[in-house]
């Protein structure tokens, strides 16, 4: 059986992680309460961000900004987005 979690995100009860996606605290708070489809998502959005703006994820600052988007994104509020990226017509 799924493990499932009230998604911070879509506000709903949706399947978990198998596990916190990193260690520490802000592993905990999202194993806890951000959705499998939602991380996804996340981690979509983040992979264009380092794409398309040549972050270099060993520095502090990348690290840093990369959590400041992951808390606005699961927060439902306005996130950076990739210039020129246009999402997939369904």
């Given amino acids: ?19 916190p996606p990193m260690p520490g605290p802000k592993g905990q708070e999202i194993y806890e309460q951000i959705s499998c489809q939602a ?3 996340w981690l979509e ?7 398309e703006k040549r972050l ?3 520095e ?6 990369l ?13 950076d987005e990739a210039e020129g990226y246009q999402p997939p017509k369904s």
Avoid: S
Avoid at 60 to 65: A, D, K, M, Q, S
């Fill in 1 to 19: 059986m799924t493990r499932q979690v009230f998604c911070k995100k879509y506000q709903q009860q949706l399947d978990g992680l198998d596990q």
């Fill in 39 to 41: 991380w996804q998502e």
């Fill in 45 to 51: 959005h983040q992979t264009r961000l380092i794409n």
């Fill in 56 to 58: 270099k994820v060993f």
């Fill in 60 to 65: 502090p600052e990348t690290r840093t900004y």
């Fill in 67 to 79: 959590q400041t988007q992951m808390d606005l994104f699961f927060a439902n509020q306005a996130t």
